[in-house]
Each structure stands twice: as C-alpha cells, then as structure tokens.
C-alpha cells in the first residue's frame, strides 16, 4: 500500500508525482519490482520513473512525470449515455491502454490490477496505465521476485479474472490482464459494476461481444493477450467509422429515394391525365384537340428522364454506403427492395436477361432472407370441383425446341385441394377417371391461384363437365393476363381479367361449313344474296362471288374465282354481319347460343393462363403457322387442318396464322373496365378483329395484336370463329345492353 503526492524537484523545478510506499523498505520488495517494471517498459503507456530512494523514515519511494487530468473511472462517470461521440473516446482510450499492457505482456510482464481507475487520461490526449503495484515480472531483472504462491488473493473484486481471485498458480497471467481489460470495456459499455445504471452500448453490439469473450469464465476464449484485446477493439472502432460514414451516404440517398417517389408518382400521375385526355379525342379530330394530352405526355416524358437520373444517384448512393461498410443492413435492405421490384416488372414486360440480373442483384442484397420465399417462386394452389373428390394427372409446361409442352410432374387430389405448394409456373391438371376439360392455372411467385370470382369470397367450385363433343374446346372460367406485349400490334396495358366458361370451335368456320349455311337458308326459300362472300378484282372490276348458283340451281364454290377455294379453307371475304348471320343460323340448328368471341375471350383461348406470346409459346417460327413467310410460293391461305404446331393450350387451332377473325365487339384502344367480362354485341364504327393471318409478318402474328374495320369491310385475310357461353346467369353490360350469351 502507499499514496502518491504532488511534489517539486529541486534542481529543475519540475512538478512530479512521487509515489511512497507504507510498509518498511527491508519488507517492500513489491514496490521495488512494480518501479523497476516501470523503468524497463519504455513504452509512452508507462510512465518512465524518474528516481527512487528511500525516505529517512525508511520508506521506498520513486518519482514519475505528474499526469494533469483524470481517470477512466471519472471519465465514465460524467460521460453522457446518449453522447456516441464520448463513448468511442472512451474506447480508443482503452485501445491505447490495451496497446501498453500488450506490450509488457510482450516483455513479459504482467498488471494483475487493471480496472479504470488505473488507467489515467491527460488533458494532453494521454493515455497511460499507472499502478503497476501488483506486477508479477519475468525480466532479467536483478533482484526481481517473479513467484506466484499458491492461493494468493492480489487485484481488485469485480476486475479480475476467477481463476485469479481463485489464486490457481497455474493460470495464464496474459489473459487475467484481458479479463480485466474486459471489464474495463463493459465498465463504458455499461457503466463500471456498482455505478452507473443506464446502458450506453446502444449501437455497438461488437464492442458488446467482445467485452463478453474477454470476460469468459473459460480463458481459451479471450483474446491471447492485451495486444490481440486492443487490434480487435481498433478494428470495431474502424467499423464504426466506416458505419458512420456509411449512414452518412444512406442519409443521403433516402433523401433521394422520397424524391424518387414523388417523381413517379408525379410522372404517373400525368401519364393517366394525357390517356384520359387522348381517350375522350376523336382519333380524326384536329391537332388543336390532341395537343393539350400530347403536353401532357411531353411533361411526362422530360420529368422521366430526371426521374431516371434520381433514381441513379439514389442506388449510387447506397453503393457507396456499401462500399464504406459492407454490412449496413439498411442500404441492403433498400437494394434487395428495388431489385425486387425491378424483377417483377421484368418479368410482365417479358425480359428475361433484365430479370434474371434483378434477381441475382436482388439475392445478393437480400441478408435477412426476406424476399427468399418470393425469389424461389413457389406458389400454392387451391381448388374445388363439383363433385369434390377428384384426383388429378399434374403437368408443368416447360419449354422443348422452343414450344412449351406438358411435362408429368406427378399427381394431386382429392379434391378440395387446399394450398399445396407448387414451384412457380404453369400448369394443366387432367381429371383422373373422367372425360371433363383440363383445368389450366398459373402459379405466381408467393401467392395462391384459386378460382375465386370476382365479387365472391369463396372459391369457385369447377364441374367436372364432359367434353362439349367433337371439333369443340372448352376454356374454364377464371382470371387470365391480357395484353401487355409491346410487341404486339396494339396491344392492350397488361391486364387481369375475369373471363366466364366458353366453348369456342376448335377451327374456324370453313367454306365448306359457310357453304351449307347458305344452301340451307336458300332451301328455306330465303333471298341469301346479301350473305354470299364476294371479292373484288382489281380497283374498277365488279365483285366476284365466292359462294354461287351453279347450273343446277344449288349454290356451290364459285369456278373460276381468283381464289383458288376448297371446303376445308378458312371463310374469307365476309362482313361482320354475315359472321353474326351465320352464328344465328347455327344457333337454330343446334339449339346452342352461337356467336362470335369477344377478343379477349379470343386472347384467353390463345394465350392460356400464362401470357405467353404465341398459342404454342414464346418463340416464333414460320413452319409452326401459315403467315408471310410460310411458303415457297406466292403466299395464301391454307386448310384448317394444316400447321398442326399453331394449337393452343386449350386445343384451340388456326389462331396465329391462316386468317384473322372477327370478334363480336366493338373496337375500344382500353380494356373493359368492370369484371367479369361482359360480352356486349358491338354497335359502333369498327369492330375489333384478332389473330394473323397468311399475309402477315411474325409481329403481327401474336396474340396480344389487336386489330380492327368497319363491319362492312371484307377482306381475304379476314374470317371468323364461333363460340358460347356456357353461364345461365344473365347479366348486363355497362351501358344497360344484354350481354349475348
């Protein structure tokens, strides 16, 4: 024990701290050795000892540089809890404590007592380690006492190591110092162990576990020694510059990231008031009209490109936070987000490079595994028939030489089926045991198909119906995606439309088939002139009959035609009104409510459930349809029967290629917006027209292209195809009208 004082040295005048030992110099070896230590550690952590002696009362004493400020201990005590800034200095202060131990350790030296009130801070940013009264040495000292008595109690409670308090001779002294410096870290982490209540660890949980290593019961897990202690402690006060620096740049960029959104909204928003304003215009209307939308769209435009340059300094600014620390959660999060959403739009726009790099980005940002679940793509399926119980043979579509073609995946039922996960894709389930239609769904990333009807809560129960019969395909009920193909010529926004349950004739109406219409309403006594398909030849030539009377007063394919005409080619050259006549004729006969498809149930027969391109998938050829560039020869249409590959899921033929059909709607550049589909005869100028023909080009042979002509016109590309509606419920249009059944 001893005390230290405050003196002045004579010859030179220097303020010293001379340390005096209490007990007798004859029995003082202790204070000896911790002055001698001092001496041999020149190290700016250890105060060098100027001169010792021994005092006429016989005491030891010695003399060291005076340290002008305060303790560890004072320091934690008036350090406020909310002040970061304070805490970190605290803890470099114990690097540089850390890094004067670690030094003696490497002499061999050893503190046995470290705790804050022996680590003294200068005003001079000073840090050095005093009280080196209980230092056990192993120098080459002369006189030095190095040994360790068995059961020997030496250091302060709450400080040292257990098996130091335990006195086991043999523990490792260097890791009794990093206990200790443990503490002294959980002292400003925490306050020291009988002070200070409140909790300044806030966001430093590496100082936090460090402190829990080096204060282990089990000295293995502590750091080897003191210099180990103070690299780990400098290395997370690195990690929290860089965090520092880190937030700095996220600060920055959520900045951005509200001007982001205010801009596309902004930009959205005018968008939606330039469709709405081209929407009420006339197409043929003046300039004048149109321009206030154009405006509109020209402002939307300019602030997209600003948009876009934001947008990147946005995402550059989260790099940036990255790049000064790599594990800033937050700018992960907010990437795993945009990537997210960049895949998603990717994915509906059909762009498969750009979505498969949003994706990979996406899983790189994505630490806390939020968005695993929607990246792996697995969705689950409901379904309900009527009767319940029915198994089902299970197929993915998966894509072969280009086509996408049903592969077994397995089977599933009985039925009610209630979310069974499934990877995301599409699927057809084929009822074991009966003859009913195949159920066609699509499985989305993390969400559930079932067929639940717009308006409803439950879902809908499917009937296990037979087949509709020979030359006829049914398409269920339920939501399918429209349009959405920039490609496609004219086609719709991307979509989610309710369609009700149909059946549409597998090919379409054939000469042969429009042959006997006429015949019939002729043998009926009716005047069919008008309803006879015709062509022109030429500008000023008259129209030639297709369909005529022949000499034995029946009407036959016309000879002599410039089409060459077979009853198994598709019908061309008639109006709209000759499609609707013969759809009523047809109706009489089978007692079945014929008539032309609207287009979008037209597009869902085309496309499936899944969106793809073509009827048969997303890659085009010129041999799997009859287009442009099908033949050899001059180019014209085909049998029904020809170009077996241009079938769509549903069994539909002739979509893609052969001729176009008419649709029983009125043309419209928007989707309808009420759900389920009204199927509403068209009454206005032009009529909407779907799928390519013999002379079209591969773009306008997808599924999505819409297109459209006055009832009136006839055209050799332009036929039709008949379907029903299989629903009893009546319903009505938006403007009132029945909706055709």
Same mark, same amino acid.
């Given at each position: 024990?001893?005390? %230290? ?37 020149? !190290? ?36 406020? +809890?909310?002040?970061?800034?304070? %805490? ?111 909790? *300044? ?18 000295? +293995?897990?502590?750091? /080897? ?33 509200? /001007? %982001? ?15 709405? !304003? ?5 197409? *043929? ?60 739009? @990717? ?23 939020? !968005? ?37 995946? =397995? ?41 639940? *009807? ?26 399918? /995606?429209? =349009? ?16 009700? /349950? ?46 005529? *009377? ?10 002599? +035609? @410039? ?34 498809? !609207? ?5 869902? @027969? ?101 297109? @459209? ?33």
């Amino acid at each position: 024990m001893g005390e %230290v004082r405050r003196v002045r040295e004579r010859n030179l005048g220097q303020v010293l701290a001379m340390k005096i030992s209490f007990q007798p110099a004859s029995t003082d070896q202790r204070f000896l050795d911790e002055a001698r230590a001092m001496a041999a550690l020149r !190290h700016p952590g250890v105060l060098a000892v100027h001169d010792h002696g021994v005092l006429p009362q016989g005491h030891r004493w010695f003399t060291t540089r005076l340290i002008d400020g305060e303790t560890l201990h004072d320091a934690i005590g008036r350090v406020d +809890a909310r002040d970061v800034d304070s %805490v970190r200095r605290l803890l470099h202060c114990l690097v540089l404590a850390g890094e004067a131990v670690g030094f003696a350790h490497r002499g061999g030296v050893f503190h046995r007592d470290l705790k804050p009130a022996n680590i003294l801070l200068s005003v001079h940013d000073e840090v050095v380690v005093a009280d080196w009264g209980l230092t056990v040495l192993s120098l080459d000292v002369e006189g030095h006492s190095d040994a360790l008595k068995e059961g020997e109690f030496l250091g302060t409670p709450g400080f040292m190591a257990p098996e130091q308090a335990a006195g086991d001779p043999g523990r490792d002294l260097a890791r009794c110092d990093v206990f200790s410096l443990g503490m002294c870290l959980h002292a400003v982490l925490h306050g020291p162990p009988q002070g200070l209540p409140h909790d *300044r660890s806030g966001c430093m949980q590496f100082f936090v576990e460090l402190a829990r290593r080096c204060t282990s019961t089990d000295p +293995a897990e502590r750091p /080897e020694n003191a210099q180990r202690f103070s690299d780990d402690l400098r290395r997370g006060l690195a990690r929290q510059r860089q965090r520092r620096r880190a937030l700095s740049r996220l600060k920055e960029a959520r900045a951005l990231q509200g /001007e %982001v959104s205010t801009l596309h909204e902004r930009v959205m928003s005018l968008r939606e008031r330039a469709k709405a !304003h081209l929407q009420q215009v006339n197409p *043929r209307t003046p300039t004048a009209e149109k321009a206030p939308g154009w405006r509109l769209e020209d402002e939307a435009d300019a602030l997209q490109v600003t948009l876009q340059a934001k947008e990147a300094r946005y995402l550059q600014g989260l790099r940036a936070a990255l790049t000064e620390d790599d594990a800033c959660e937050e700018a992960h999060r907010l990437l795993a987000e945009h990537y997210r959403e960049r895949m998603a739009l @990717a994915e509906l726009q059909g762009r498969a490079d750009a979505a498969a790099f949003s994706e990979v980005m996406c899983r790189t940002h994505d630490r806390s595994g939020r !968005h695993k679940a929607w990246l792996d793509g697995d969705g689950a399926l409901t379904l309900h028939t009527s009767p319940q119980g029915v198994w089902f043979d299970l197929a993915r579509f998966e894509e072969v030489d280009r086509r996408l073609v049903p592969r077994p995946v =397995g089977i599933i039922g009985p039925t009610p089926i209630t979310g069974i996960r499934l990877p995301r894709g599409s699927y057809v389930a084929t009822p074991r045991g009966n003859e009913s239609t195949p159920i066609l769904f699509s499985i989305s990333r993390a969400t559930t198909w079932s067929l639940i *009807r717009p308006g409803e809560a439950t879902p809908t129960e499917v009937p296990m119906d037979p087949e509709p019969g020979e030359g006829l395909c049914r398409v269920r009920a339920g939501w399918f /995606e429209a =349009g959405g193909d920039a490609e496609g010529a004219d086609s719709l926004p991307r979509c989610t439309i309710w369609v009700d /349950e149909f059946v549409v004739a597998q090919h379409p109406v054939t000469f042969g088939d429009y042959l006997c219409f006429v015949q019939s309403l002729d043998a009926q006594g009716l005047d069919v002139a008008d309803l006879l398909p015709v062509e022109r030849i030429g500008v000023s030539a008259s129209p030639r009959p297709l369909i005529a *009377r022949g000499r034995n007063g029946s009407f036959a394919l016309a000879s002599g +035609a @410039a089409r060459h005409l077979r009853p198994e080619f598709p019908v061309v050259q008639v109006t709209w009104h000759q499609a609707c006549a013969y759809a009523a004729w047809l109706s009489g006969h089978t007692g079945k409510p014929w008539r032309l498809l !609207h287009e979008l149930e037209w597009e869902k @027969a085309a496309r499936g459930v899944d969106a793809r391109t073509f009827p048969w998938g997303n890659f085009f050829d010129p041999t799997w349809a009859c287009m442009l560039h099908s033949h050899e020869g001059p180019a014209d249409s085909v049998s029904v029967h020809a170009f077996p590959t241009d079938t769509s899921p549903y069994g539909v033929r002739g979509l893609a290629g052969n001729v176009r059909e008419w649709c029983i709607n009125d043309y419209s550049r928007d989707a309808p917006p009420h759900h389920p589909l009204a199927v509403v005869a068209g009454r206005g100028s032009y009529r909407a027209i779907r799928g390519g023909a013999w002379s079209s080009a591969a773009n306008f042979c997808r599924a999505a292209g819409r297109f @459209a002509a006055a009832p009136e016109e006839r055209l050799s590309s332009l036929g039709f195809r008949v379907g029903y509606s299989t629903s009893s419920v009546p319903r009505t249009g938006p403007d009132g009208s029945m909706v055709v059944r």
